[in-house]
């Protein structure tokens, strides 16, 4: 069974850099599966952040592009999200996801981080 | 790219089937079988209901099934149950390799 877990600080300064890590157990991030990132503002609805496949590829949603980085660390199994140049229209939830067998579908998710800019 | 559209809230009462509808445009939805579905309840992750626009993955009830005509993709709740309260979301796979979720859907069961 995959396991996630996010983790990073929940609470960051305009305009400085977000950075978060989801640490995968259960399963070898190098073996396949699709893995993302996806962020819920409070009270609002999911937003895609971006993906990273096997392949090392990474896609990221147009509206975020200039400011996210998505990398993968298969020696810690884990990936990270990067973030820069935060506001507070950034504040929410971070979820790190996976595909499992079922490609361009996330069916397992981390618990969700509550990340917050603030000074 | 813009979120897909959802209606803002559906209702029904017990034993009763609704449908959430899900439309995009041909570089969304209507262009690619990569429609999924999530459920999410209050201060939870989401769920992966439907993938592939009507495939269930393991241990997901069958009273939850998914279809698409032309740009649109519908999620149906059927023998509808007090546990089915929850957001719903969509999400597809884009012409660009991304993916977009749509607006959310909140489901109360009267």
């Known amino acids: 069974q995959v396991q996630l877990q996010e983790s990073g600080p929940g609470l960051v300064k305009p305009s400085e850099t977000l950075s978060l890590t989801c640490a995968v157990s259960g399963y070898s991030i190098s073996n396949d599966y699709y893995w993302g990132w996806i962020r819920q503002p409070p009270g609002k609805g999911l937003e895609w952040i971006g993906s990273?496949?096997?392949?090392?590829?990474?896609y990221y949603n147009p509206s975020l592009k200039s400011r996210v980085t998505i990398s993968v660390d298969t020696s810690k199994n884990q990936f990270s999200l990067r973030l820069s140049s935060v506001t507070a229209a950034d504040t929410a939830v971070y979820y790190c996801?996976?595909?499992?067998?079922?490609?361009?579908?996330?069916?397992?998710w981390g618990q969700g981080t509550l990340v917050t800019v603030s000074s | 790219q813009s979120a897909l559209t959802q209606p803002a809230s559906v209702s029904g009462s017990p034993g009763q089937s609704i449908t959430i509808s899900c439309t995009g445009s041909?570089?969304?939805?209507?262009?690619?079988?990569?429609v999924s579905w999530y459920q999410q309840h209050p201060g939870k992750a989401p769920k992966l209901m439907i993938y592939?626009?009507?495939r269930r993955p393991r241990g997901v009830s069958d009273r939850f099934s998914g279809s698409k005509s032309g740009n649109t993709a519908s999620l149906t709740i059927s023998g509808l149950q007090a546990e089915d309260e929850a957001d719903y979301y969509c999400s597809s796979y884009t012409s660009t390799n991304t993916q977009v979720f749509g607006t959310g859907t909140k489901v109360t069961v009267l």
């Open positions: 996801a996976s595909s499992g067998d079922y490609y361009f579908s996330f069916d397992y």
């Open positions: 592939d626009v009507s």
């Open positions: 990273v496949y096997r392949s090392g590829s990474t």
């Open positions: 041909g570089s969304d939805v209507g262009g690619y079988n990569y």
